[in-house]
């Protein structure tokens, strides 16, 4: 059974810093799709961040780039995002999914991912 676990959300400040975590079980991460997604109150879940399987080459929306970093510790089968200059628009719930194979061109799509994690909240005060 695959399960996603996301950690490291919390109330911040604008401007601040923040890392979350998404550890697997079930799942080897090396092997796989990996995406960060968000959902802000009232609206729908939008695409962060995500990194194919096998190498380290990475996207992110372009509401993130430039503050947002996606990693991957293959020891720990964790993903990490490092969220930088956070500002009140990044409040949301943060989620991490996976998927054994998407193509390029849907890396973005949220259908594409078929395990998801519970999610992590991110609050930022302005």
């Known amino acids: 059974q695959v399960q996603l676990v996301e950690s490291g959300g919390g109330l911040v400040q604008a401007g601040d810093n923040l890392r979350l975590s998404c550890t697997a079980s079930?799942?080897?991460?090396?092997?796989?799709?990996v995406g960060w997604f968000r959902q802000a109150p009232g609206k729908g879940r939008e695409f962060v961040a995500a990194?194919?399987?096998?190498?380290?080459?990475?996207y992110y929306a372009d509401s993130v780039k430039g503050r947002f970093t996606m990693s991957r510790d293959n020891a720990k089968n964790t993903v990490f995002l490092q969220m930088d200059n956070l500002q009140p628009e990044d409040t949301a719930v943060y989620y991490c999914?996976?998927?054994?194979?998407?193509?390029?061109?849907?890396?973005?799509?949220?259908?594409?991912?078929?395990?998801w994690g519970q999610g992590t909240q991110v609050t930022v005060s302005s």
């Open positions: 999914a996976a998927s054994s194979w998407v193509t390029l061109s849907a890396i973005r799509r949220e259908d594409q991912y078929h395990n």
């Open positions: 079930g799942v080897t991460f090396r092997n796989s799709v």
């Open positions: 990194m194919r399987s096998g190498g380290t080459t990475t």
